[in-house]
């Protein structure tokens, strides 16, 4: 596996590369549609983030960075599961840049999340697909639901 390699579009089980430059186009718009009402309702994005339009490219350069580039690169030498590990608890990490707007709880909760749950799933699709673009997928969906849990964590 291969940087260049991860980063082309493949087939992947029903999506042809077109259907997934579709939904990631459209979750795109979905993610900007759902942040604009947001922001004209908080002043903020998902309720935590100041404005800044990088939000809406995340899942696309988290996903080269830490599954293209990190990812694959520990895997030329380490073995797969090392470097899944590796790779998703550098994502974690690589979250406590929200220490700036996020509180303890919220700021912990994701650095967890997103080192223990979410980085190890997206890094596993990257390895059984080839291709970062199903991680990029499930990643706007990720955000797309994630002011919802944190709603809940607030809540709690």
């Known amino acids: 596996m291969t940087i260049t390699n991860v ?3 493949k087939q992947i089980a029903f999506l042809t590369p077109a259907m997934q430059i579709v939904l990631i186009a459209t979750l795109f718009c979905l993610t900007t549609v759902l942040q604009l009402r947001e922001y004209r309702r908080t002043g903020k994005l ?3 983030y100041p404005v800044g339009t ?3 490219f995340v899942p696309i350069y988290e996903e080269i960075l830490f599954r293209g580039l990190i990812f ?3 895997m030329s030498l380490y073995s797969a599961p090392a470097a899944l590990v ?3 608890l ?3 990490l690589w979250h406590f840049k ?3 707007w996020l509180n303890k709880k919220d700021l912990t909760y994701q650095m967890l999340y997103t080192g223990l749950v979410f980085g190890p799933i997206v890094a596993y699709f990257t390895l059984i697909t080839g291709t970062i673009w199903l991680g990029v997928i499930f990643h706007y969906l990720n955000n797309l639901l994630a002011p919802y849990s944190f709603k809940e964590l607030a809540n709690s």
Request: charged share 0%; no cysteine; proline share 0%.
């Open 98 to 100: 929200n220490i700036f």
């Open 54 to 56: 990088s939000l809406l």
């Open 72 to 74: 694959v690169g520990l």
């Open 86 to 88: 590796v790779s998703s």
């Open 46 to 48: 998902w309720v935590h």
């Open 90 to 92: 550098l994502f974690g």
């Open 7 to 9: 980063l082309t579009l």
